[in-house]
């Protein structure tokens, strides 16, 4: 199974937060779900944990490379850029990465590096797999909330993306 393309800065393991969420699914397509992964509009409708979602770009709501955006999630308000957008064409994995960030002094200052793969595995089944790495004080207090706030709302984000995606496929 394929991974996530990481930077050094943002390895695993080597910052303050770190979470992976995976579903492996079937009954969806590799299209559905990277049509409602890149669609922004689409985004508040399967997750209630994105909101504010701005565009650059207002030519369309879908993610393209290199675009600069905005969004509310985790209490946070962060700008993010694309910086791996790799369509599910001919077979290939579908990839979608963003450096997200808030600015501010060391208190507040948080990067992150959010990344997805969407892969076609054997049997008409879809893997999804999510996983973000985070830099800062606010992070570092994430990673000590129990339940984990970033596990939980990355899996409900996956499970929303699922639904979304077979609700789609039915019409």
Not at 109 to 136: C, M, N, P, W
């Amino acid at each position: 199974m394929k991974s996530i393309n990481w930077s050094t800065e943002y390895l695993p393991g080597t910052t303050d937060n770190f979470v992976s969420n995976e579903v492996i699914a079937s009954g969806i397509t590799l299209d559905g779900v990277w049509a409602n992964l890149v669609d922004t509009s689409k985004w508040e409708t399967y997750y209630d944990n994105a909101a504010n979602i701005k565009l650059d770009d207002t030519q369309d709501t879908n993610l393209h490379f290199a675009e600069h955006f905005r969004f509310d999630t985790f209490g946070f308000p962060i700008d993010a850029q694309v910086m791996e957008l790799v369509a599910p064409t001919d077979g290939q994995v579908a990839r979608l990465a963003w450096h997200g960030w808030q600015n501010g002094d060391a208190d507040t200052q948080f990067d992150v590096y959010h990344a997805f793969v969407i892969e076609k595995l054997a049997d008409g089944r879809i893997r999804l797999l999510t996983q973000e790495s985070q830099i800062g004080k606010p992070a570092a207090e994430l990673a000590t909330q129990s339940p984990n706030p970033m596990l939980n709302g990355h899996q409900a984000w996956l499970d929303g993306l699922v639904k979304a995606s077979d609700k789609a496929e039915r019409r």
